[in-house]
T-cell receptor, first 115, second 113 residues
Framework: EAGVVQSPRYKIIEKKQPVAFWCNPI?????LYWYRQNLGQGPELLIR????????DSQLPKDRFSAERLKGVDSTLKIQPAELGDSAVYLC?????????????FGPGTRLTVL | KQEVTQIPAALSVPEGENLVLNCSFT??????LQWFRQDPGKGLTSLLL?????REQTSGRLNASLDKSSGRSTLYIAASQPGDSATYLC????????????FGAGTRLAVHP
């Protein structure tokens, strides 16, 4: 069974440029998460989707970040414009649902460097 | 607000040593606690998950314990090997609400031959 797929794996951009990350969750997983992991820190949740609906985006900086999950399958996270402080690893995870027994499976992440 | 702390931040040991990684959390109202492994350039791999009603879980050379009342968990690695070198992350799932994980900053482990 294929795991969570993310692309690109690495991205280097200059500040003020836009950038987008793509995630394809495990087939059949209804819940999708985007996390940001700063250097030397643990991942922090940015947004969670239940199918197509963003049910928790309280930690998403809405002035520059946006996300979508069309058709309730793959998802895109966008930053526009990027700032130096956005350099981090962006992790996508998925789970069957949001129940107590639902384990989150993580993708390899996209490492973003903003110059 | 739930906070998760991991000590030590980094650890370097010779091969063969038994070692303990520590995780503490401020709010004991949790559903479960999970230990992950993260290799450079890769995602997180779940190692052990302990439900709030459990005291410990074992998988091979790994043993994780949970003392929910004191807000502590330990990950014990027996007979460490160079292949165990990675960052180990602890995460709690708060009780109530949805499937949200709150992570510690991790312990970076290096096992040298």
């Amino acid at each position: 069974e294929a795991g969570v797929v993310q692309s690109p794996r690495y991205k280097i951009i200059e500040k003020k440029q836009p950038v987008a990350f793509w995630c394809n969750p495990i087939s059949g997983h209804n819940t999708l998460y985007w996390y940001r992991q700063n250097l030397g820190q643990g991942p922090e949740l940015l947004i969670r989707y239940e199918n197509e609906e963003a049910v928790d985006d309280s930690q998403l900086p809405k002035d520059r970040f946006s996300a979508e999950r069309l058709k309730g399958v793959d998802s895109t996270l966008k930053i526009q414009p990027a700032e130096l402080g956005d350099s981090a690893v962006y992790l996508c995870a998925s789970s069957l649902g949001s129940g107590v027994a639902d384990t989150q499976y993580f993708g390899p992440g996209t490492r973003l460097t903003v110059l | 607000k739930q906070e998760v702390t991991q000590i030590p931040a980094a650890l370097s040991v010779p091969e063969g040593e038994n070692l303990v990684l520590n995780c503490s959390f401020t709010d004991s109202a949790i559903y479960n606690l999970q230990w992950f492994r993260q290799d450079p350039g890769k995602g997180l791999t779940s190692l052990l998950l302990i439900q709030s009603s459990q005291r410990e879980q074992t998988s091979g050379r790994l043993n994780a314990s949970l003392d929910k009342s004191s807000g502590r968990s330990t990950l014990y690695i027996a007979a460490s090997q160079p292949g165990d070198s990675a960052t180990y992350l602890c995460a709690v799932r708060p009780a109530g609400g949805y499937n949200k994980l709150i992570f510690g900053a991790g312990t970076r482990l290096a096992v040298h031959p």
